[in-house]
């Protein structure tokens, strides 16, 4: 089982994210928590490039071929043997974030992207993604009061730092995307409290594990 957390940043698939693993680990799940960009070794240190304000110059070609560097490698190396073991993976973004970012967001083809995010994870697309849905003005908020109280270095908000258009197109983004896959994607309402966002992840996580699927 395959489980990916998507949306903006502030938008609570982080929070939601830890709840669902301990939910899981209470009930006697095997669960990999991991994320993009910075899941595998190699991709640490491609986090630290494409995080880094002062690469604000990097055309959205080569952001997109890191991205998807990173994505092969924690792909290859920590996403697939670990569902070869019957372990449940919970990922904190993966190549819906580059349909969206650098598709709806930056101007590239989301299909092309698609595409190439298929060669680049050899076919492995979730079992589910959440979509955590809210105005981007809310989560930009929420984004900014965390990064004062947990004092996270400016050099990793470079998309923080991107303006208010940009994470309109991407909220919007993530909406058109979801509607074309509706089959693997569900919207969750993150202007709620936490609990209630929790619940209903839960249950799109329940339906997902009856269906229970075989990776091959
Ligand atoms: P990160 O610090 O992980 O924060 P969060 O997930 O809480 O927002 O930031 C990752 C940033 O990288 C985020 O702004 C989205 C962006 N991103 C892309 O543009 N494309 C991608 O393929 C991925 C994985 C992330």
Redesign the pocket.
């Known amino acids: 089982m395959f489980i990916t957390f998507e949306g ?2 502030g938008s609570g698939k ?1 929070t939601a994210l830890n709840r669902v693993q301990q939910a899981l680990l209470n009930e006697g799940h095997g669960v990999l928590l991991t ?3 910075g899941g595998s070794r190699l991709g640490r240190t491609l986090r630290s490039i ?2 880094d304000l002062s690469n604000d110059d990097i055309v959205p070609e080569a952001e997109l071929f890191l ?1 998807l560097a990173d994505r092969a490698q924690h792909v290859g190396q920590v996403i697939r043997p670990a569902l070869a073991e019957g372990v449940v993976v919970l990922s ?3 190549a819906d ?2 349909v969206v ?2 598709g709806y ?1 930056r101007g590239l083809d989301p299909e092309r992207l698609r595409e190439l995010n298929d060669m680049a994870v050899g076919g492995l697309w979730p079992d589910l993604t959440l979509v955590f849905d809210l105005p981007p003005e809310e989560g930009l908020r929420r984004a900014m009061t965390r990064n004062l109280q947990d004092g996270t270095s400016v050099s ?1 908000g470079r ?2 730092a991107e303006h208010l258009a940009f994470h309109a197109r991407v909220r919007e983004g993530y909406l058109t995307w979801a509607a074309l896959n509706p089959a693997r994607f569900r919207v969750v309402d993150a202007t709620r409290t936490p609990d209630q966002v929790f619940e209903d992840v839960m249950r799109a996580v329940r339906a997902a594990l009856a269906a229970a699927p075989a990776h091959p």
């Open positions: 903006m940043e982080s994320r993009e960009p494409l995080l991205y904190d973004r993966y974030s580059t970012y650098q967001g990793e998309f923080e």
